[in-house]
Every structure is written in structure tokens, then in C-alpha cells.
């Protein structure tokens, strides 16, 4: 949701994020542009916004510009992913001279385009991604060109991983500059994303993981959170609209626009318990349309009757709003703080906390 409009990109990086799931345009298309004399730019536009200026796509790009943050930040210039794809791990080849050779050549005859390859120094084992629908028949036909390897042992499994996603880091800015992998892999682990398997080519312009597709989204936004393309999300629970509670709400309803424009990290409270012992929470009535949303002290005060709760300063200088009421922001749902979780969790958002008040 926090996506935006890239105002310039490469010619390189527009063939990169093409390749990893752009739908505007398509890797060849941009050729002619590269190959002419001199080179001609490229303009995206939406013919349903004339006014807007779109993308320009050219010899270099904004993630080369001096107007970001840090080294790391100006890296990347977007991210990008491939849904339904499945892994292949053919493993236990050490040894076997133009085994490498034989495999590939099996999967072109058999008509399968492999979209990405990992492979260890060691020879072991070699890692290809192609398309869902076509992993059955890669199988089938590597099985068979390898009967004898499989029988003897040389080979001692071939599996398949599906449904998984590519994401992949685009950006001419990585090259030559230390700490983006760290950040890209420190990101998805903190999204709590499983990774399965990882290829970089030497250019340094792309970075691509494979993961779950259950996890794609979430790594995703972990990752554009990561290199300050957008805020970071974070979900919150609250329990106990006491003194402390009360101020709690008032704190983080005052603060969060300095968090988002000084820290890029966004609170959003999604439900709040009266009390450990209360058998209704009060959560947002949008949760899956909105994600920019928050439970505010006048919302809460809406959903729970409009008054001030007990402990609550008579002079609060968060004035009750009358506009704000439970049919546009809040609602009332039961289950108390056992059911908490089910507002704050999210496989999307790989950030979440509960204040016990």
C-alpha cells in the first residue's frame, strides 16, 4: 500500500524489474532505445492521469542520485517479485564431470525456461526456479535422463518446492556498495521470511531470494520498509484504559506523524481492551482496506459511548471529536485480549506489539 511512482530508473533496472513481474512493459522493448544513437528516453505514462509525469527511463537513475539518506538507502531503486514458481534441488552430483551440461540441455529439450539458478561452490547441489506449472514435467524429465545416476546412488534426491515467490532488489546503486545484502537478508529475517535459496549475479544490480509465496508479501513490505521506499508498519494491541492506558492511546495518537516523518515508523493501534477481564476489544472496523488507520481516544470514546474513562484527566487536551464515530473507524468485537492477536498479527506486516497497561 505504501508503493509509489519511481520518477527514474535506468535502462538496466527497467529491464531487471520488467523481468521480475512489471507488467507496463517488457525486457526487449527497451532494446532499440539502448542500441540507437543517441539514446532515446523512455516515458511511462497513465493515460488516465495525463498531468502526472509517470517514469522516465533512461541512462542512469535516482538510485544513483545524492538526494537519499545513506549509501544503502540510494542503493535500490525498487523491489520487484515472480509469484508461483516452484524450486528444484537436484542434489548429490558431486564428482559427475558435465553433469551441469546434461541437466540443462534435458530441460530445454523438454521446453522449460528456468528463471533463476543457485548453485554451492561445492558442486553438490544445484537449485533452479521455473514456473509451477511446468516443475512436474522438469522432474519427470530429469528423472529420466539421470535413471542410471539415480540408480547407482550418484544422485540421491530430486525435490520440489512449491508454491514460492522470487523477490528480487533492483538497483544500478549496489554496485560496489557494502551493506546491501546485509540489509536486504537482515530484513527478511526480521519479517520472520524463511529463505530458500539466494542468487546474485556479479553485475551486482539484482539481489533475488526465493520464499514461500504465503510469505512473499510480507517480505516485501519488510524489505521496502528496509531501504526507507516507504514507512515501517507496525501493528499494536493496547490493554487497560486506566490512567496509564488512557495517556498511552493520547501519546501515541499525538506522536505518530513525528514517528512517520522523523523515525519512518508507523504505530497503528488496531485494538484496544478496556481491561484483562473485559469480554469486548474495540478494533477498526476496515481492517483489511485500510492501512493507514489508527484507534484514536475520540474513536475509542465513540465506540465505548462517548465518555471519558474512569482515570481520565476531566482537562484532556485530546478534545472529544463528535464526527469520529463507531461507524467510521471502530468497532465492537468480542473475544477480550485472548482474541488480540487476531488484530495485531498479520502475514503481511512483520511487526507487531502489545502494551499491557
Known sequence: PHAHVISEVSYNEAMELAYFGAKVIHPKCVLPAIISEPHIPIYIRNTFNPSFPGSRIYTSSTSTS?????????????????????????????????????????????????????????????????????????????????????????????????????????????????????????????????????SQGCSERNISAVVWQKDSTRALRGVHAAFRLSHTTVYVGLVGMNDVGDSLLKLLESQRSRLRDEFEIDLQVRAVADSGSSLDLITLKNLDEKYTDSITIQAYNAATGGALLLGAPASSSVAFDSSCTKETLTAVQSGGIAAIPDYVKSDDIPHSIIFDC
Not at 525498487?78 to 540443462?104: D, K, P, T, W
Open 66 to 198: 545524492t538526494s537519499a539518506r545513506s549509501v544503502c538507502d540510494k542503493a535500490v531503486s525498487g523491489f520487484s517479485s515472480i509469484e508461483r514458481i516452484a524450486m528444484i534441488n537436484v542434489e548429490g552430483m558431486a564428482g559427475n564431470q558435465g553433469f551441469a551440461r546434461r541437466l540443462f540441455a534435458t530441460l530445454e529439450v523438454c521446453g522449460v525456461s528456468l528463471i533463476l539458478i543457485s548453485q554451492a561452490s561445492s558442486d553438490h547441489t544445484i537449485t533452479f526456479a521455473c514456473a509451477a506449472t511446468q516443475a512436474d514435467d522438469a522432474k519427470h524429465a530429469i528423472e529420466e535422463e539421470f535413471q542410471r545416476e539415480l540408480r547407482q546412488k550418484h544422485i540421491s534426491s530430486i525435490d520440489i518446492k512449491a508454491p514460492c515467490s522470487i523477490i528480487a532488489a533492483v538497483g544500478d546503486g549496489m554496485s560496489q556498495t557494502a551493506g546491501v545484502s546485509g540489509r536486504f537478508f537482515t530484513a527478511l529475517g526480521e519479517a520472520r521470511i524463511n529463505i530458500l535459496a539466494i
